[in-house]
């Protein structure tokens, strides 16, 4: 293992890891620090402490939210000196929910303590004051490796349409079911349309939806979860947020699929190719996009879209990685 001293940083998360905290901080050689911890976060605080304390790093990226962590590292920061980096996600800027605005709004005001700030995409750059714009740097969500070791087995003339869903309150997950029953087939194909993720949060639709083409697949390990997608025809990211970034988005443009977004400022920036885009809240829109789909001509151009599309996506990265790494003095 390499040793801290050598990584020359810490990236520390609380409570969530998000799918970008990982691939980044390995690629700024930052040693991960993650905490399983709730709200109000006394243990993640003494753990964290205690680590700045020990480890004194050159270099502390956090992972926000959590509101909390950031004013610890501003506090941190004034007894050890170093650079603060913060990778501000959706929910701290534009908080939704109550318990979201408890614990975040009030510590947006210490963003100002950081020396650099991420965010993945312009459009939520806008949120951000003058003097915080000008050390923020939009540093997209890096690609996921994905090595498939266990094959998605269909029938020949089966299509496979797949929505990684976390059954959170901003999925329109009925509206495409809908959408997708409502759809027309053609005769010789057989359409399943499968639906990841604990139903056990929303119970009512699998009980009322599910069926031999609407699959609810549950929660599936890594293996699985990799092979359905890898075997999918197209992916659905789907949202009624307008500033979220789905992870669906990022591995159908990892493997070259076909995807079925919501149009949204997040998305619509990237997506400029090999992408549908629907109204979220509109099942005719929806309906509209699936039948498209289910066109083998449509999904061949749309493949082909999405793979140029993943070659300039991951050279924008690259760029702004290394353009970091040489700030960072980071070989």
Not at 69 to 98: C, E, G, Q, S
Not at 115 to 123: C, M, Q
Not at 256 to 265: C, Y
Request: include cysteine; charged fraction near 30%; aromatic fraction near 10%.
């Amino acid at each position: 293992m390499v040793k801290l001293m050598e990584k020359r940083g810490l990236f520390i998360a609380w409570r969530v890891l998000s799918t970008r905290s990982k691939p980044i901080a390995r690629r700024l050689r930052f040693q991960l620090f993650f905490i399983k911890d709730r709200p109000p976060y006394f243990k993640s605080m003494i753990k964290t402490f205690m680590k700045i304390l020990k480890e004194k790093p050159k270099y502390v990226a956090i992972q926000l939210p959590q509101g909390p962590l950031l004013f610890l590292m501003a506090v941190l920061k004034k007894l050890i000196r170093f650079l603060l980096i913060a990778d501000v996600h959706t929910y701290f800027l534009i908080p939704v929910t109550l318990k979201e605005k408890l614990l975040n709004k009030p510590f947006i005001r210490y963003l100002q303590d950081c020396n650099i700030i991420f965010v993945h995409n312009y459009e939520l750059r806008k949120f951000l004051s003058v003097n915080l714009k000008k050390k923020t740097i939009v540093l997209r969500d890096p690609l996921p490796e994905i090595h498939v070791d266990r094959e998605f087995l269909k029938k020949q003339n089966e299509i496979a349409l797949v929505f990684p869903a976390s059954f959170a309150h901003d999925e329109p997950i009925e509206n495409l079911i809908k959408a997708f029953k409502q759809a027309e087939k053609p005769k010789d194909m057989i359409a399943k349309l499968y639906i990841t993720g604990n139903w056990r949060k929303q119970p009512k639709l699998r009980e009322k939806y599910s069926s031999k083409n609407v699959i609810f697949t549950g929660y599936l390990s890594k293996k699985k979860y990799l092979g359905l997608i890898n075997g999918a025809d197209a992916l659905f990211a789907l949202t009624t947020y307008q500033y979220t970034w789905q992870s669906a988005a990022t591995e159908a443009l990892a493997l070259g699929k076909p995807l079925i977004a919501s149009k949204s400022k997040a998305l619509e920036e990237v997506f400029t190719r090999g992408t549908l885009f629907v109204n979220p809240l509109d099942i005719k829109s929806i309906k509209i996009a699936i039948e498209k789909i289910l066109d083998p001509d449509i999904r061949k151009r749309l493949n082909k879209e999405m793979l140029d599309l993943r070659d300039q996506y991951q050279t924008e990265i690259n760029t702004k990685i290394r353009k970091l790494c040489e700030i960072l003095s980071i070989k």
